[in-house]
T-cell receptor, first 115, second 117 residues
Framework: AQSVTQLDSQVPVFEEAPVELRCNYS??????LFWYVQYPNQGLQLLLK??????LVKGINGFEAEFNKSQTSFHLRKPSVHISDTAEYFC?????????????FGTGTKLQVIP | GAVVSQHPSWVICKSGTSVKIECRSL??????MFWYRQFPKQSLMLMAT?????????EQGVEKDKFLINHASLTLSTLTVTSAHPEDSSFYIC?????????????FGEGSRLTVL
């Protein structure tokens, strides 16, 4: 069964500093990986996704993530954060065993950008 | 990108009443929609997969008689919380995918916050 672990529940970082939000997944078959952002009292918005091909994926708002199959990780990075990046970030996975239909979400990481 | 709209965004009801939440795909057809429940400071829990023209597929532990799902058309799925109680208070989110092969982006509604008094 697929699962996702986001070890950091909260990550405080100063404005204009770099940030990395960690995500590890568990699956024995081929996976699709996603990062979503959620602003307060709103739905989720896709930041980026990995389906196949290049392991470095670039998304919206200057975010990028790298798929590392040997470490089963898909960490999210941004070289310089802004106040507007303050939100909750969810890593998600769907795998071949379910025909990639079912998406499992991690518990989320709250990014707090400090002015 | 595609738009998924939920209504209402906020609802307060008395214990014992039923509440219906609508999820619409505004500019694409969705044969499958998904309903999630999000508890405070927790992740999204998949409740059920809503299939157009057929019965919904519920996740383990989700009461299908409590949470009625109807997917009557390719652009509308509804979730009805029957005989709501305070423990049903939560943030409910729907999503839909354009592509049927799982590669398409999941588009999420804005969420509906239910408070049961």
């Amino acid at each position: 069964a697929q699962s996702v672990t986001q070890l950091d529940s909260q990550v405080p970082v100063f404005e204009e500093a770099p940030v990395e939000l960690r995500c590890n997944y568990s699956s024995s078959v081929s996976v699709y990986l996603f990062w979503y952002v959620q602003y307060p009292n709103q739905g989720l918005q896709l930041l980026l996704k990995y389906l196949s091909g290049s392991t470095l994926v670039k998304g919206i708002n200057g975010f990028e993530a790298e798929f590392n199959k040997s470490q089963t990780s898909f960490h999210l990075r941004k070289p310089s954060v802004h106040i507007s990046d303050t939100a909750e970030y969810f890593c998600a996975v769907s795998d071949l065993s379910g025909g990639y239909q079912k998406v499992t979400f991690g518990t989320g990481t709250k990014l707090q950008v400090i002015p | 990108g595609a738009v998924v709209s939920q209504h209402p965004s906020w609802v307060i009801c008395k214990s014992g009443t039923s509440v219906k939440i609508e999820c619409r795909s505004l500019d694409f057809q969705a044969t499958t929609m998904f309903w999630y429940r999000q508890f405070p400071k927790q992740s999204l829990m998949l409740m059920a997969t809503s299939n157009e023209g057929s019965k919904a597929t519920y996740e383990q532990g989700v009461e299908k008689d409590k949470f009625l799902i109807n997917h009557a058309s390719l652009t509308l799925s509804t979730l009805t919380v029957t005989s709501a109680h305070p423990e049903d208070s939560s943030f409910y989110i729907c999503s839909a995918r354009e592509a049927s092969d799982g590669t398409g982006e999941l588009f999420f509604g804005e969420g509906s916050r239910l408070t049961v008094l």
